[in-house]
């Protein structure tokens, strides 16, 4: 066990057992989350809704903290989506009350762990005071090495993919003569960033709602019932365990040659 998990995990604990399972030379270096089930999680305990989101956020922390030991590169967070405007404003503003919330406490912890605050979606209609903090934390964490982490605020897929294209076509004609799939990936707002190669979506729900659309080509899914307040280290363990069990192909016939060695789960 290397270094930066030395005491993260009680001894004899089945967290610790799960740890144990994950071959660290065969990480994601991308993952990807849609953390859902806040709301479900509430009513279940008669709570209001936003106490989902307040006690969401503890799992956003854990998952963050836990990556990041973990040695996993890129972790993207679904955060707020362009269809969350639909709800209640009630609950819209509390969510990215949360957010600015967040931002402000977890400056420190970012700083001090070296991670990289990044964000995609459109900067229009974010509150000016979140996109202060969004800013200022950002630039803080500008030059960290470790890992970083990528909020979805005011994101959806699709939206990216229009935007990604009116820039292309703003361009000259030679952009669009010469465009390939790579090239298109430079337009959009992960630009920097690998495809992520797995994708956790908590509560059972079996769709992508519009998150990274293009990206996700062939990111692998893991879908859990366990709503977001619930998600602990070892369900992340246990997603990176079963990734590691998948057979990567890329439309191949062949397993690709990181994952050769690892027995055919059906996946094409
Ligand atoms: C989905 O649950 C979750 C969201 C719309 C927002 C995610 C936000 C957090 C986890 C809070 C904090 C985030 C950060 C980055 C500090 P839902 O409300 O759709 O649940 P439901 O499907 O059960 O109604």
């Not at 030991?69 to 009630?90: C, D, H, M, Q, V």
Request: aromatic share 8%.
């Amino acid at each position: 066990m290397h270094n930066d998990l030395k005491d993260f995990v009680v001894p004899g604990s089945e967290e610790e057992d799960l740890l144990r399972q994950i071959d660290f030379s065969r990480l994601p270096q991308h993952l990807a989350i849609i953390m859902d089930g806040n709301g479900r999680w509430a009513k279940e305990r008669n709570l209001p809704r936003v106490e989902g989101h307040r006690t969401g956020s503890k799992s956003v922390r854990e998952v963050v903290e836990t990556s990041a030991r973990l040695g996993i590169k890129y972790l993207t967070l679904y955060a707020f989506s362009i269809e969350n405007w639909k709800r209640p404003r009630k609950e819209v503003n509390f969510l990215w009350k949360l957010l600015e919330e967040y931002l402000r406490n977890e400056d420190k912890v970012l700083v001090e762990n070296d991670l990289k605050l990044l964000t995609i979606g459109r900067k229009n209609r974010i509150p000016r005071s979140v996109t202060r903090q969004l800013d200022r934390v950002k630039d803080l964490t500008k030059d960290n090495k470790r890992m970083s982490v990528i909020l979805a605020v005011n994101y959806g897929g699709r939206a990216e993919i229009v935007d990604a294209v009116k820039r292309i076509c703003r361009g000259n004609a030679s952009v669009v003569e010469n465009l390939t799939e790579e090239i298109f990936s430079s337009y959009l707002d992960t630009a920097e960033v690998p495809d992520p190669d797995l994708l956790i979506r908590t509560s059972g729900e079996l769709r992508i709602s519009n998150f990274l659309l293009w990206q996700i080509a062939y990111a692998e899914m893991w879908i859990t019932g366990l709503y977001w307040p619930e998600f602990r280290k070892k369900h992340l363990f246990q997603a990176l365990i079963d990734f590691q069990k998948r057979e990567r192909r890329f439309g191949d016939i062949n397993a690709h040659p990181e994952n050769r060695s690892v027995r055919a789960t059906g996946s094409t």
